[in-house]
């Protein structure tokens, strides 16, 4: 085993036992996965609900980092300072939001190590599960089914990329990879729907947050369908609990209704004709603005911006006569 897996070594037999004392009395494997989820979810609950609140947190004070980074442009350090300062009043924390997606990592390691030993086989082609008791009941039908977790149509040992008895069989297991992206993809929309102003000022941070989850369907592809089993109860798990938080949790619920109000004035001002869309700032001017590098723009003909609109006219040159001596030479003469 590798440093990681004697590290989280208890974590691995507290999964599996989790899996083979819900198979004792269910007889299924994807129901005893499906509860071992809905368990851990459960456990989870404060922390999910933290970063959420932490989240929302960070939507609503992006106004205010907006000014500050504008007022001190040129001063980095005063800019880190002030907004560090903002988050310690408003008692934020800018990667307390990014804990729910960090915690799927770890996650993902354990139930990808203990379904693959679940199905482990000795070099002979024998089954030898690992991490639960050779008494236990799934132990036992592991050896009879030879390593085989056979369970809704699927061997949920076994990957999308790794069936290869044709392309109707293998099409179930990426119906399942396809379901879990969907999910994550209908929770995310669940996060941003509920607040669309903050998409609106931070179009970037939304397009991120909105394309993400392709990232884990790279992921999803290659992992047994038991773990993938494991994040589309997971993300169910995690859109009814921000829908029972949004209607329940007094800090979210006056921030949704707040948020809606000010949906409803940007639509207005669209029928207007009066709203003004946030500009949009590229990645280039943000590393330049980042170094302290930004310049105003010249014009095509040399001119600089003005306040006031238009550019100021490029200073005039002394002409030249054709043999490239200045006219203002020739006067010295």
Known sequence: MTY?????KPLFDLIAGLIAFYYGFLHSYSLSIGL?????MAFLWPLTAMSTRSMISMQKLQPELKALQAKHK??????????????KENKVSPAGGCLPMLLQFPVLFVMYDVIRGLTNKLPNGTAAPKYVGQSTLIYKNLKASNGNMHSIGLNLGTAATHVHTGFINALPYYGLVALAIGLVFLSTWQIYSKNPAAANANPQQAAIMKYSPLIYGVIYIGIPAGVNLYFVVSSLFRIVQQEFMWRRDPVLRSH????????????????????????????????????????????????????GGGTTPPRPRPATSRNGNSQAKKKKR
Request: aromatic residues 6%.
């Open 4 to 8: 990681l897996g004697d590290l989280f």
């Open 36 to 40: 071992l989820t809905v368990t851990v």
């Open 74 to 87: 040129g001063d980095k350090v005063r800019q880190n300072e002030e907004m560090q300062r903002l988050f």
């Open 256 to 307: 949704s209704i707040d948020a809606r109000k000010q949906a409803d004035e940007i639509k207005a001002q669209k029928a207007a004709g009066t709203y003004v869309a946030p500009p949009k700032v590229g990645f280039m001017d943000r590393m330049k603005e980042a170094q302290g590098q930004t310049q105003p723009k010249n014009s095509g003909n040399g001119g600089t911006p003005r306040s």
